[in-house]
């Protein structure tokens, strides 16, 4: 398919966004006249609480404007071209890497961090806040240490908030 017909169909959708009648009339009269079907690359993003962004890639035939719409209901489009669309959708959830392998640990200078696997990989997913050791009573320092396993949304929030007070406040020097 040239692109002609491309950006032709790129404005019907873009103009179905803001006033879905006017897909409706133009295919209704016939104004845009393609010959079968179109593809084009649909780029899925998708946002989680935990700060994980995946993305998912997928070639779609579109038949019928409507069908397509439908399909694509629950997410937000947020870029388009002529060839691509990129939709994104938040998700009040943890990524599925972190159900799967997420680790709650401490750094050595103290950060509270989310590890893929065992904090002493080191491989670290996103870094929060530093929080004074010495005020966490052993158990805790050693749970950290070692790693305490997050799969669920609840666990996630509820370790975050623990340990809230422990911040270093770097305003007042603590």
């Keep these: 398919m040239s692109t002609f017909p491309r950006i032709i169909i790129c404005m019907a959708f873009a103009l179905s966004l803001i006033v879905p009648s006017y897909s409706k009339s ?7 006249h393609i010959e079968g079907p179109m593809t084009l690359e649909v780029v ?13 890639i997928v070639q779609e035939t579109i038949w019928a404007l409507d069908d397509f719409w439908a399909k694509y209901a629950d997410w937000q489009l947020i870029d ?17 890497l972190l159900k799967v392998n997420g680790f709650f640990g401490i750094s ?29 009573e052993g158990k805790k320092q050693q749970q950290l240490k070692q790693g305490i396993r997050v799969k669920s949304k609840e666990e996630y929030t509820d370790v975050l ?4 007070q422990f911040v270093i406040n770097e305003d007042k020097g603590s």
């Design 108 to 136: 050595d200078d103290g950060v509270l961090s989310i590890y893929n696997g065992k904090p002493e990989m080191e491989n670290v997913i996103q870094s929060f806040f530093q929080i004074d050791v010495q005020k966490l």
């Design 161 to 164: 908030e623990a340990m809230k």
């Design 80 to 96: 388009m071209d002529d060839s691509s669309l990129l939709f994104e959708k938040e998700v009040d959830d943890i990524s599925p």
């Design 26 to 32: 133009l295919a209704q009269e016939d104004v845009v």
């Design 44 to 56: 899925l993003r998708t946002l989680y609480v935990d700060g994980e962004v995946s993305e998912e």
